[in-house]
């Protein structure tokens, strides 16, 4: 079996692991978000600008995915390419997708809880920003955990 | 400067000068007023004001008929901008006066109520048709007239649909032949029309039964217990084909009424802004009404009171001499622990950031105003997070243009300023950390020793791609710092209130042993110096013991206070712990995270761009700087709000929660202005 090939193979789906959990999450994310903003709009169509802010926040989940992506295609050739580094870069990269994955999904819930709020209280828009925030912490957290696992790695 | 101090009024007046005083309090927008009887007490002889509201209602209530007609029919166009943030309206003195005396309210309300009564008129025929559609929808195919198939002499007959497993029973059913005929409508008979084909299994299948009078109740027991399920026929003399075509042609004529009404309504747009001034006019007629509610008033006296800032009083002394001679004023200061409405004024530095305190609720009264202590750090987590030089200087380029354009609106031009003043922070960053449009400078297509690559490498301190392990321990010291900053700032509004107790055992015995346990953190994980390992110790015993002997404080007895103060330490009660400061400083990673996002992101984008320089052949280049100016703008827009949400949540979350609460009234001058509208006095 040809160990270098396997590797490279494994590095390549964790790598797509990531970008497709993470874009797969924000895709629902952003979707329950526009369901609860398409409601709103519907009655209130003046708060577009500030609903598509709301409804836009767990789209970054899918770009933290595009960010590990990167970086793992970007220093594979400074990887070893034994077996060990393949598994371990198909493990994180499957890892920091999970974390998008249900950050993502769950950003959104919060993102659609702000919607009706700012539905109700429109002066309230900054507050309500704080929400989805809250649940974006922990995809900034894998992510940097994946960036930190493929640095040690590298090094 | 920054909350504004306040002085609590209360104006003893004639009866009969009461109105003149409250419309000069009004013009001048200097005092909120409050309930007499908070002052007064349960005096017997005076009762509250009388408020009548019912003439700016009746003009209020015109007024939103008109223009909810123009949102419905016309809305006004706005820009994406506007949509974001919502502008006052801007009402010029002589504008008002003109909408006031010149404009005929009542002749466009008749209009307007002539055409919603068409509009509603024209809906509820809408409805008719529509509703009437759909009962006769199912029988648009029977070919002949339905009520050939009523009740006829010698035979009954019932129309109606039951399930195809439903149809079989019923057939399979012994009884079905002694009491009925009963069978199904094929597509395509004379009943449903020509054409038609093979139907779905599991669509409902029509069926027509026949029976004698006499056979009546035991057939329709026997439907029954088949899942039979009658359909009523409509009752329309003619082919059911026929009246639907003649009520979708009424349809059409509805359709042209209600494009009469909306041709109608966009005519009277025009007058939507008079509108709007007049909505601003009453509204605030209808508050300087309801002001009257708040006074008391005695056989002759009348007793007003509220709340002034302290800046005020000499104009407002100045107006009751001069056109009040015979009343009377006292002036008081508030009660501590009073909740008195909050007014904040900023010096020009710290204005931008009373968004943020406004936007997390205004300090009490008695408290401090955060806003000043924001003007650094907010700066800097917005500049890391966002890191771009180049961006930075266009969101401080754009910036500058909507705060040129938006003086007279304090709070869009705060934002303005604000967003300015973090563009110049970005800049700044982005230089520090290398980052122009990402790696632009040492993009394929770009020359190799262009000036902006020398610059930009002769600027770049800190690559955070390449270190990132030290960018992140800049990045949890910056955490550290600002959360003993918070600290600092309780301490600081523990000692304004001369409670020193709190300040030194809620505020120094954290700042004494939170960076003692840090030293022997890194101690532990990599060694230091042993004099700073001695330090370190040293801290964290006398902090623990400061901590041991005063968070129990509150409690009973002396085994409750120490045992209060050892958990307090882990964090499970009192006012910070070791849990909370881990997890408040790990929060600041944050800011490593969302700077390496934006410069990974640019990259990225340069990179796709790259390729198609010369994949593309002669267009390539073009290909190149469309897809550059695309995603470049892209990662502007999403990396901007996620540097501005994440900045805002370390200062709300993880920053304020050491030692601000907001939530206080703000201080609401009866006057026009409001947040919908602002006069704009000569």
Not at chain 1, 113 to 124: K, P, T, Y
């Amino acid at each position: 079996m040809d160990l270098q090939a396997l590797s490279m193979g494994l590095t390549v789906a964790g790598a797509g692991l990531a970008v497709g959990l993470g874009c797969a999450g924000s895709a629902k994310g952003i979707g329950t978000a526009a369901q609860a903003a398409g409601g709103v709009l519907s009655e209130k169509p003046h708060l577009f600008g500030r609903l598509l802010v709301l409804l836009a926040l767990p789209g970054t989940q899918g770009f933290y995915g595009f960010i590990t992506m990167m970086m793992i295609m970007g220093r594979m050739s400074s990887l070893p390419q034994d077996l060990k580094t393949g598994v371990a870069l198909l493990v994180m990269g499957f890892g920091v997708g999970i974390a998008l994955l249900v950050s993502a999904i769950w950003q959104g819930q919060a993102s659609a809880a702000s919607i009706a709020w700012v539905a109700r209280r429109e002066g309230d828009f900054g507050k309500s920003l704080l929400l989805p925030a809250m649940v974006e912490t922990y995809a900034v957290v894998g992510l940097l955990a994946g960036i930190l696992a493929l640095n040690t790695l590298a090094s | 400067m920054a909350i504004d101090r306040m002085k609590k009024v209360v104006v003893l007046c004639e009866r009969a000068c009461v109105d003149r005083l409250f419309r000069e309090l009004h013009r001048r927008g200097i005092m909120e007023p409050i309930d007499a009887a908070a002052w007064c007490g349960d005096a017997d002889s005076l009762r509250h004001g009388e408020v009548n509201t019912e003439h700016a209602d009746q003009h209020l209530q015109k007024i939103n008929l008109i223009l909810n007609l123009m949102d419905n029919f016309a809305p006004e166009s706005q820009s994406f901008i506007q949509g974001l943030a919502p502008v006052p309206l801007l009402v010029e003195e002589k504008e008002l006066e003109a909408a006031l005396n010149s404009f005929n309210l009542d002749d466009v309300y008749r209009k307007a109520q002539e055409l919603e009564e068409r509009w509603r008129g024209a809906e509820h025929r809408r409805g008719e048709i529509q509703s009437r559609l759909e009962e006769l929808t199912p029988f648009e195919e029977i070919s002949i007239p339905v009520n050939d198939l009523r009740r006829t002499k010698w035979i009954r007959m019932l129309f109606g649909k039951m399930s195809l497993a439903a149809l079989e029973s019923l057939r399979n059913d012994p009884e079905t032949a002694s009491v009925m005929m009963a069978d199904e409508i094929p597509p395509g008979s004379m009943l449903r029309g020509g054409g038609g084909g093979a139907l779905p299994k599991n669509a409902p299948r029509y069926v027509l039964a026949a029976f004698t009078p006499e056979n009546e109740e035991k057939a329709r027991n026997l439907l029954a217990r088949h899942g039979f399920e009658e359909v009523t026929l409509p009752d329309i003399p003619g082919k059911v084909r026929d009246r639907i075509r003649e009520l979708k042609e009424e349809l059409v004529d509805v359709d042209r009424a209600v494009a009469a009404v909306r041709e109608g309504v966009r005519q009277l747009a025009g007058h939507r802004r008079a509108l709007k001034v007049l909505k601003a006019y009453w509204e605030s007629a209808k508050r300087l009404q309801q002001a009257h509610g708040y006074a008391l008033q005695g056989r002759w006296t009348t007793v007003v009171t509220g709340y002034v800032r302290e800046r005020d009083l000499p104009a407002l002394r100045e107006m009751l001499n001069r056109d009040f001679p015979g009343v009377e004023c006292m002036v008081d200061d508030p009660e501590p622990g009073e909740e008195v409405p909050v007014s904040l004024t900023e010096k020009p530095a710290a204005q931008p950031l009373k968004l943020l305190t406004r936007m997390f609720g205004l300090p009490s009264y008695w408290a401090f105003d955060p806003s000043p202590f924001m003007l650094v750090n907010f700066y800097i987590f917005f500049g890391i997070c966002f890191s771009d030089a180049a961006y930075g200087l266009m969101l401080a380029a754009a910036a500058a243009y909507i705060a040129k354009r938006t003086k007279p609106f304090e709070g869009l031009n705060n934002f303005a300023r604000l967003l300015f003043w973090s563009g110049v922070s970005t800049t700044v960053f982005g230089l520090l950390m290398g980052s122009f449009f990402g790696d632009l400078y040492k993009a394929s297509f770009m020359p190799e020793n262009n000036p902006l690559r020398t610059f930009m490498e002769a600027c770049t301190v800190l690559d955070l791609q390449a270190k990132t392990i030290p960018a992140l321990i800049i990045a949890l010291l910056i955490g550290m710092a600002n959360q003993f900053y918070g600290i600092g700032l309780k301490m600081y509004g523990a000692i304004r209130n001369n409670d020193w107790v709190t300040a030194l055992s809620d505020g120094l015995t954290w700042l004494i042993i939170l960076p003692g346990a840090a030293i022997l953190a890194v101690a532990f994980l990599a060694g230091v110096p042993r004099p700073l390992l001695m330090a370190g110790t040293v801290m964290f015993i006398v902090g623990a013991l400061g901590l041991i002997a005063t968070q129990g404080r509150e409690s009973k007895g002396i085994v409750g206070r120490l045992g209060v103060g050892v958990m307090s330490i882990y964090g499970i009660v009192g006012s910070y712990g070791l849990t909370a400061f881990l997890g408040d400083t790990m929060s600041y990673c944050r800011l490593l995270a969302l700077g390496l996002t934006t410069g990974i992101l640019a990259q990225s984008f340069n990179m796709i761009a790259g390729m198609l320089w010369d994949v593309a052949g002669p267009v390539g280049p073009i290909l190149t700087i469309l897809v550059l100016v695309f995603t470049h703008l892209f990662n502007f827009l999403i990396n901007a709000l996620g540097a501005f949400v994440h900045s805002m949540r370390l200062l709300f979350v993880e920053w304020f929660g050491r030692f601000y609460e907001g939530g206080a009234k703000e201080f609401e001058p009866l006057g026009f202005d409001s947040p919908a509208a602002i006069l704009k006095r000569n």
